[in-house]
């Protein structure tokens, strides 16, 4: 089993940046594709962004390519989203999660386990 803390959440102006990052608990963490969503209130979860295991292959929801980039450090125990540019309409609850079924789209939040207890980030106008 994995347990996850999300931290770096917070409150910045449009166009600002912030960097979020995901710890894991458990030595498995560097077999586990891993993604990061967030959940507007009222709204469904969505998918942002995953990377493989070895941090060599990343995906992204078009919504946030060219902003956001995924990385990991499998040393740390350890997954990164620097989130560049932020509009508005990134606020949101950030969870990330270990992609526990491997045959499943990335894009899937139910391809993913074990979430976190997610962090906000709030982007004003």
């Known amino acids: 089993q994995v347990q996850l803390v999300e931290s770096g959440g917070g409150l910045v102006q449009a166009g600002g940046s912030l960097r979020l990052s995901c710890a894991a608990s458990?030595?498995?963490?560097?077999?586990?594709?891993m993604g990061w969503f967030r959940q507007a209130p009222g709204k469904e979860r969505e998918f942002v962004a995953a990377?493989?295991?070895?941090?060599?292959?990343?995906y992204y929801a078009d919504s946030v390519k060219g902003r956001f980039t995924i990385s990991r450090d499998n040393a740390k125990n350890t997954v990164y989203l620097q989130m560049n540019s932020l509009k508005p309409e990134d606020t949101a609850v950030y969870y990330c999660?270990?992609?526990?079924?491997?045959?499943?789209?990335?894009?899937?939040?139910?391809?993913?386990?074990?979430w976190g207890q997610g962090t906000q980030v709030t982007v004003s106008s």
């Open positions: 990377i493989g295991w070895s941090g060599s292959i990343t």
């Open positions: 458990g030595r498995t963490f560097s077999s586990y594709a």
């Open positions: 999660a270990p992609k526990t079924r491997t045959s499943w789209s990335y894009a899937s939040a139910a391809a993913y386990d074990y």
